[in-house]
Nanobody, 123 residues
Framework: QVRLMESGGGSVQAGGSLRLSCVAS????????MGWFRQAPGKEREGVAA???????TYADSVKGRFTISKDNAQNTLTLQMNSLKPEDTAMYYC?????????????????WGQGTQVTVSS
């Protein structure tokens, strides 16, 4: 099992940027596909971005062109750079690890989850 810990959340005005990080507990996580998910109050969890072991990434339509996911296997770190933030990006953001060959935003493919980090975007 991989333990995941997110950081980097906070409050920002619309148009601003935040950088989320997720550190995995074991060095062999490089074989995992990793993803970022988010859940706003009263809404279902949704996939934001995911990246596989080959560096292939996929994004939700709502964040394409604004968010960038990256994976540093040497540092066991997953990062989500979020630019041009909007109030609708406000949510708890979770890091997840799984074993799908291609990156996917379907959460049932992921077996390990972090505790989450809150992102709040004000208008």
């Amino acid at each position: 099992q991989v333990r995941l810990m997110e950081s980097g959340g906070g409050s920002v005005q619309a148009g601003g940027s935040l950088r989320l990080s997720c550190v995995a507990s074991r060095s062999t996580y490089s074989g995992n596909t990793m993803g970022w998910f988010r859940q706003a109050p009263g809404k279902e969890r949704e996939g934001v971005a995911a990246i596989n072991n080959d560096g292939l990434a996929t994004y939700a339509d709502s964040v394409k062109g604004r968010f960038t996911i990256s994976k540093d296997n040497a540092q066991n770190t997953l990062t989500l750079q979020m630019n041009s933030l909007k109030p609708e990006d406000t949510a708890m953001y979770y890091c997840a690890a799984g074993w799908p060959v291609t990156p996917t935003l379907r959460d049932y493919h992921y077996s390990d989850w972090g505790q989450g980090t809150q992102v709040t975007v004000s208008s």
